[in-house]
């Protein structure tokens, strides 16, 4: 599990303190409750400048992106599952760091699936910490 930061706000767009609080904040909330300390981080939105990175690293983390992300978080407005299940299977590639949002109706209906579909195709899902570099 990754850091995303308590406010889901863009990093650059803050102070260094700021971001330090934002993300401590949900380090320390997850450590508290589950004895779990992160060592990823995913910006919010995707948004980072040099600044962000150089103290998302200096805090401990190391930054990780996705590879792979589509239209998902809209709760309001949400691709059909056929449309989701193409869109998504026709992304798959070796080393894919796949962004789909829990907040997605059709993601929750079509996991098992694109689980499966993924896995037949010889594909494996792995943790970050096992990637090869």
Avoid: C
Avoid at 40 to 59: A, C, N, W
Avoid at 83 to 104: P, Q, R, W, Y
């Amino acid at each position: 599990m990754g850091n995303h930061t308590v406010n889901h706000k863009s990093m650059p767009s803050l102070t260094d303190e700021k971001i330090k609080e934002e993300v401590m904040k949900l380090n320390q909330s997850l450590y508290e409750k589950f004895e779990y300390e992160m060592k990823y981080i995913r910006p919010p939105k995707g948004e980072f400048s040099e600044r962000t990175l150089k103290l998302s690293q200096d805090l401990g983390f190391k930054t990780v992106m996705w590879s792979f992300a589509y239209v998902d978080w809209n709760e309001d407005s949400q691709p059909s599952t056929q449309d989701a299940i193409n869109k998504i299977k026709s992304n798959f590639h070796n080393g894919e760091v796949m962004l789909l949002h829990s907040t997605s109706k059709t993601n929750s209906e079509i996991m098992g699936q694109i689980i499966d579909e993924a896995r037949s195709e010889g594909y494996e899902f792995k943790s970050l910490d096992e990637f090869k570099k």
